[in-house]
């Protein structure tokens, strides 16, 4: 991995996350954030270290208005990545299916 990581990077992290918050990657991602605490507060934590960070922020993906609004942050998404110790295969293959990168076969035909 190349440091700092760059605004950049986190914007292209956030923007491969589902465009409904409906389907079903919608609903396990938030799921999973819930349920698994992923809320980013440790990363966050660290972009005061510029040698780690670009960004003194996390880019936000955000779904809804108002009473309905839910968000997910580069910051909550690369503690699922990094912050979990060892990855393992199951939770490697959550997360490549949070961004897009493997589906659950229900789109085939």
Known sequence: MHY???????????????EEVDG???????????????????????????????????AV???????SKKTVSSSQIIQMVIAVGHLQPAHAKMVAFFLGFADDGCSRK
Do not use: C, M, Q
Not at 61 to 67: D, E, F, I, N, Q
């Open 24 to 58: 079903p990657r919608g609903h396990l991602l938030h799921a999973a954030v819930k349920d698994l605490g992923f809320n980013g507060k440790a990363v966050d934590a660290s972009r005061r270290r510029k040698d780690l960070y670009e960004s003194a922020t996390p």
């Open 4 to 18: 700092p990581i760059t605004r950049a990077t986190e914007a292209w992290l956030v923007s491969r996350l589902p």
């Open 61 to 67: 993906r955000t779904w809804g208005k108002w009473l």
